[in-house]
């Protein structure tokens, strides 16, 4: 039976060990020697994938508190997606700003590590050692470019901010945990069930302060100050890890706790998470269409696709819980390909995020502005790529549960900010390239994993079936 | 017919077209020419395709209400489906689409320099995705291409427009998407609604027609549906996308804008809005026809003012179409076979009256009636097209538009007269506007001397304007070819749509932005009731 209770764990730990081997693999690196370290990482995050497929219906479970339910593992493929095209990306950029490899693609590791914990931990406590893990991670990996001011700028606020958002968190599992006298989810859902204490002050103070600490790190309104500053400053490869990574391990537990333990309680929380979404939908367009910088108007369309996936949550149906996964799967994809583009355009001196370093790039680099615009097409939501099915999946799960409302700001909002995403677009194809600098040609193993996000991308928004099929049967198995 | 998918052919064929021309390097335009004759003939035997369609159209009252149906499930866990077929009006969109898009490609070959081998793959994907809005029968499937019909055009009006392109592709695409979103909320809701009363997900739109929906539901459900088709029509108040579109897009995306794209509004509220929402539809028909009229009237006053002839043939697009809706509103069979014929016609003569402004553009670089005159002592060809084209779109007996425009006010007399009397005028204020125009651009003296010498159509001219002026008067004298496959599509819609009562309600309840989906007991009640 040895064996069995540590069969959840397998694919944290094949991330887990592919850290430490990195880390010993830059101890012994010699000064000046090569070594293909992003390899050892691939390995480790393919490992990961296989031992995700290999557990799939087997609903194994560790220690009590770590499952490996079909749930938790279509967010783990997410996750091993997410993982293997950063490295891919990183790839080029490591070099070009002398990032340090061992430490860099170990500490990605380790924030993937707690990302996995995170959507496979069914104990509040273990959740919150996830969250931690993760972050902590990602704080590092924000001012990893340590010369920068601006990059340690934004890993000191982000710390702060998060350090604030933990505490929170926490302070809402102590309230439970005052309540039911326990912090496993199972445990919290039938008392709260049985007791039928949906009303009781102590849970709603603890659900509100749970709240807090997860919209924080899907970067919710008003919880989503952070976001901007934090992905400008970052590398720009970190940022899109950042902003795919988390928000799916965040919104994975998010839909954990909210959609069992806490489902009982549903009518208490949904019109606090609707205000949420809505307002995180269109703060998050209205405000992208005043920026400048890609990163911020990334990061804050990246807000705004936070509320859409929020949407599904408040429906809390099972058509939403798919969509969910699905708009993960989606975002991840496509938010990564295009902060690889915005990634690969950089030079060790300048960001080139500003969007007059986009104009007449369609001249410059035809297959990148191309790859580009399908990313932001997919973004904006547009058929037929990833996005549109995505959008229309969690809108289906919203209007499914009649919150009309919901869905009408959440299509409005997805025209505003076609808006800024189209800003992008006339730049690349529509302006004349101006005095500056042409950017660096792009190496073929970026230019690979570029394509291979528009592979998915496009296999998501054409025959989406397949998916969709995965993501439901994900479902089925919990809740 | 002999087994052969040909609608997905149709819809295949130009994406095909448009993969094959990603692997032509043309980076220095030395290929170009390579590029415009594959385009060409790519688009050629699309268009050989919708006139096998036609010729395989069985248009008996008895034969099938869609025939060529395809239908492969597509997302099952939903009810939808790549499901394909068309009656006799989508049919006569088609073949419109077919003989349209090799035309304004050939208008291309002049006035398109740069980037040619983009610009042909844009116009193929605008092709294809127009096809498929008018053979869709999933409507999730008509809304990926509706939607997806907006991104070629935005490249085609952002790229290789004029001046303030990039204003006007974004309000474009921003117009016409603000529109359509909202239809998609109520695609998705009327999915759910069917869910809730049959137990499974259906975007079949002949499933969806013997759905019973509740009142309150159909109203917004009609609006939705309703402002994105009218915002695409376009129709008084939402037309002002148009006239900086057409003015700053390319002569070939002009053509098609106006001769295809405006045609999806009309079919989509004939296809959709009307027969999927019938009380809701009889209920506002008044209130769009009063639109309509208004188009009509102020779209030709408008187009009367114009310094610009590309502007003038926009709001004189405006003015047509408003004809079209009216048409609509009626909804009965006259009315109907009006709309669909001036589809047709507008389509012609508009997109012929396009591709003469594109031409003399193309030769002073401007626009401005001001600055021609006289111009049938130059180029004397050119004049008798232009007048053809000119005596079409006023809506001349014996030539197409009037046919449209006849059983349109036919149609609405029998309904509501008072709408006729109005729209009439329109018909007058159409030869004042049009007749105006040709007298200052082609008659008198020539006064400006950048006239003298302009030559007159050449062969590939003729290749474009011939086939268009043919059409306008082979459709004003022998229209039954093109009314007959139409006629029992559309007694079919009529009886739909006329069979139904007027809600008795008297204001529409909007109040509750939030309607419950309603339990099959509900439904079958209000059944009873009526």
């Known amino acids: ?479 | 017919m002999n087994g052969l998918p040909l609608l997905s052919i149709a819809i295949l064929l130009p994406v095909i077209g448009s993969v094959l021309l990603l692997f032509v390097s043309n980076r220095d335009g030395s290929k170009n020419g390579l590029v415009r004759n594959l385009t060409l003939a790519i688009s050629l035997v699309t268009f050989g395709v919708t006139l096998l369609l036609w010729a395989g159209f069985d248009p008996s009252a008895g034969a099938p209400a869609f025939q060529f149906v395809e239908r492969h499930a597509w997302i099952p866990a939903f009810g939808i489906d790549y499901y394909v077929g068309i009656d006799g009006l989508s049919l006569m969109l088609l073949v419109l689409t077919g003989f349209l898009t090799p035309l304004a490609l050939l208008t291309s070959w002049e006035s398109v320099e740069k980037h040619v081998k983009e610009f042909s793959i844009f116009m193929l994907l605008l092709e294809a995705s127009m096809i498929g809005v008018f053979s869709a029968l999933d409507i999730f499937l008509f809304y990926i291409f509706w939607d997806f019909v907006l991104i070629p055009m935005y490249f085609l009006i952002g790229i290789w427009g004029y001046d303030q392109r990039i204003y006007a592709a974004v309000k474009f695409i921003l117009y016409t998407m603000a529109g359509s979103v909202l239809m998609l909320v109520a695609i998705i809701g009327l999915s759910w609604l069917h869910q809730s009363v049959t137990g499974e997900y259906s975007f079949d739109l002949l499933k969806l027609y013997e759905l019973t929906i509740p009142e309150g539901t159909q109203y917004w459900m009609f609006l939705a549906f309703t402002l994105a088709f009218i915002i695409k029509v376009p129709l008084f108040p939402f037309h002002t996308w148009l006239p900086d579109a057409h003015v700053q897009a390319p002569t070939p995306g002009s053509v098609i804008l106006a001769g295809v794209m405006l045609k999806m509004g009309g079919y989509g509220l004939i296809r959709l809005a009307f027969p999927l929402f019938p009380e809701a539809a009889l209920y506002f028909a008044p209130l769009l026809a009063t639109l309509s009229v208004i188009a009509i009237v102020y779209g030709a006053l408008v187009a009367m003012v114009q310094p610009d002839m590309k502007k003038l043939v926009a709001y004189s697009s405006v003015s047509h179409m408003g004809f079209v809706v009216l048409g609509i509103a009626a909804f009965n069979v006259q009315g109907l076979q009006g709309a669909s014929y001036q589809m047709l016609a507008h389509g012609v003569s508009t997109g012929g009256l396009f591709c003469i402004v594109g031409m003399l553009s193309d030769r002073r670089h401007t626009r401005l009636i001001s600055e021609f005159g006289g111009l049938k002592t130059v180029m004397p060809r050119l004049t008798a097209v232009m007048l053809i084209l000119t005596l079409s779109s006023i809506g001349l007996p014996g030539m197409n538009g009037f046919i449209g425009e006849f059983l349109i006010m036919l149609g609405a007399f029998k309904w509501d007269p008072r709408f006729v009397v109005v729209a009439a005028l329109g018909v007058i204020l159409s030869a004042v506007y049009m007749l105006w125009m040709f007298q200052r651009v082609f008659y008198g003296k020539i006064t400006n001397s950048h006239n003298q010498g302009l030559r007159d159509l050449s062969f590939r001219e003729w290749a474009i304007v011939g086939p268009l002026a043919a059409a306008a008067i082979g459709m004003g004298v022998a229209p039954n070819v093109f009314l007959k496959p139409m006629e029992p599509a559309i007694q079919r819609l009529v009886d739909r749509v006329q069979a139904r009562q007027p809600l008795t309600v008297s204001a529409p309840d909007l109040s509750s932005p939030k309607p419950q989906a309603p339990s099959p007991a509900v439904v079958a009640s209000s059944e009873v009731a009526r």
Not at chain 1, 24 to 35: S, T, V
Not at chain 1, 53 to 64: C, D, I
Not at chain 1, 206 to 228: D, N, R, T, Y
Not at chain 1, 414 to 441: G, H, K, N
């Open chain 1, 1 to 479: 039976m040895i064996s069995s209770s540590f069969d959840a764990i397998i694919p944290i730990l094949c991330v887990a060990l592919a850290g430490l081997v990195v880390l010993l693999a830059e101890a012994f690196r010699g000064r000046d020697e090569k070594m293909p370290i992003g390899g050892l990482a691939i390995i480790g995050l393919i490992g990961a994938g296989a031992a995700s497929l290999l557990l799939w219906n087997r609903n194994a479970t560790s220690f009590g508190v770590v499952t490996a339910d079909n749930f938790s593992l279509f967010v783990n493929l997410i996750l091993v997606a997410v993982g293997i095209l950063t490295v891919i990306f990183s790839s080029q950029t490591v070099d070009r700003d002398r990032i340090p490899a061992g430490e860099y693609y170990a500490i990605m590791l380790f924030a993937i590590v707690g990302m996995m914990l995170m959507g496979q931990a069914t104990d509040l406590l273990v959740i919150f050692l996830a969250l931690e893990t993760m972050s902590i991670a990602v704080y590092i990996l924000t001012g990893i470019r340590r010369e920068q001011q601006q990059s340690t700028e934004a890993a000191f606020k982000y710390f702060l901010l998060g350090a604030f958002a933990s505490a929170f968190f926490l302070y809402g599992v102590a309230f439970l945990y005052g309540v039911t006298g326990s912090t496993n989810l199972d445990r919290i859902g039938s008392v709260i069930a049985a007791q039928s204490m949906s009303g009781n002050p102590m849970i709603l103070l603890g659900v509100g302060l749970l709240i807090v600490g997860f919209a924080f790190k899907v970067a919710a309104v008003p919880f989503h100050m952070w976001s901007p500053d934090a992905y400008e400053g970052a590398p720009a490869v970190v940022t899109g890890f950042m902003s795919t990574g988390i928000k799916a391990a965040a919104v994975a537990a998010f839909v954990r706790v909210f959609l069992s333990s806490l489902e009982p309680m549903i009518t208490e929380w949904a019109p606090v998470l609707w205000a949420i979404a809505a307002a995180t939908m269109i703060l998050g367009t209205v405000v992208g269409v005043a920026q400048t910088s890609l990163k911020r108007m990334l990061a804050y369309s990246s807000i705004a696709h936070g509320g859409y996936i929020l949407a599904g949550l408040v429906a809390g149906n099972d058509v939403g819980k798919a969509a969910i996964l699905f708009y993960l799967a989606a975002y991840a994809l496509t938010n990564l390909g295009a902060f690889g583009v915005i990634a690969l355009l950089g030079t060790r001196e300048r960001a080139n995020d500003d969007l007059r370093d986009y104009a007449g790039l369609f001249h410059s680099h035809p297959a990148l502005a191309v790859l580009m615009t399908f990313f932001l097409l997919s973004l904006g939501g547009f058929p037929p790529t990833a996005g549109f099915i995505a959008k229309w999946y969690v809108f289906s799960a919203a209007i499914g549960s009649g919150y009309y409302g919901l869905a009408i700001i959440g299509v409005l909002s997805s025209v505003v900010s076609v808006f800024f995403y189209l800003r992008i677009v006339v730049m690349m194809f529509m302006t004349e390239r101006d005095a500056r600098p042409v950017p660096a040609p792009i190496t073929a193993v970026a230019y690979a994993g570029l394509v291979l996000s528009l592979i998915g991308v496009l296999y998501l928004g054409v025959l989406p079936t397949a998916v969709i099929d995965f993501a439901q049967a994900s479902i089925s198995t919990i809740f």
